[in-house]
């Protein structure tokens, strides 16, 4: 199966700077998600980039794609302590399906 | 946030025992997921439906079967559990396929 993989996988931060992360992938792609999950709850989705785009925003979030090195990075401006929590990327495979990787650990120190 | 619950959000159940979990949506949408979240391994999908009465397995579903005999509801069934079942189980919904999916909260499951 075609997996993102996110890189750093835990990463530790003072509120109000910036936080950036990043996702590699194997195969051909017509989409990129980046999810959100707080502790013990599912995930939310953040944003979602096409394989024709290459650079979105949302809010404090800015997600870039690059197609020919087959990743990607998200970075969250101007953090806050709710912003800790898992980040995962995600990519479309096979029929109707999501890989998921395996998570990316931010933690925002207030 | 998309109308997705999950029953029961908590179960302790013993080896052997059958455990059904339920997911129930009211955005209507087309496909819905069951996946497992484990650490180390991330969010791995059991099985998955495209349809009523249409569905087909992931990459972790041995010992996992799934019904959907109704576009909301969607049903995972531990034949015989296991502890090696034991896990957050998260079911989600998509409209479109391989697009945007909206997660439930999740079902703690722990089996003795």
């Known amino acids: 199966s075609q997996q993102g993989e996110e890189d750093p996988q835990a990463l530790s931060i003072q509120e109000g700077e910036n936080a950036t992360m990043n996702c590699s992938y194997k195969t051909s792609i017509n989409n990129l998600q980046w999810y959100r999950q707080n502790s013990g709850r599912g995930l939310v989705h953040l944003i979602l980039i096409r394989s024709n785009e290459r650079e979105k925003h949302s809010g404090r979030l800015r997600v870039t794609l690059d197609t020919s090195k087959k990743s990607s990075s998200l970075l969250i401006t101007a953090s806050r302590a709710a912003d800790t929590a898992s980040y995962f990327c995600a990519t479309p495979y096979g029929n109707n399906r999501l890989a998921f990787g395996k998570g990316n650990q931010v933690v925002v120190i207030p | 946030d998309a109308g997705i619950t999950q029953s029961p959000r908590h179960k302790v159940t013993e080896t052997g025992t059958p455990v059904t979990l339920r997911c129930h949506q009211t955005?209507?949408?087309?496909?819905m997921y069951w996946y497992r979240q484990d650490p180390g391994h991330g969010l791995r999908l059991i099985h998955y439906s495209y349809g009523v009465k249409d569905t087909d397995k992931g990459e972790v579903s041995d010992g996992y079967s799934v019904s959907r005999s109704k576009t909301e509801d969607f049903l995972l069934t531990l034949e015989s559990a296991t502890s090696s079942q034991t896990s957050v189980y998260f079911c989600a919904i998509s409209a479109v396929s391989a697009d945007t999916q909206y997660f439930g909260p999740g079902t703690r499951l722990t089996v003795l």
């Open positions: 955005e209507n949408h087309r496909y």
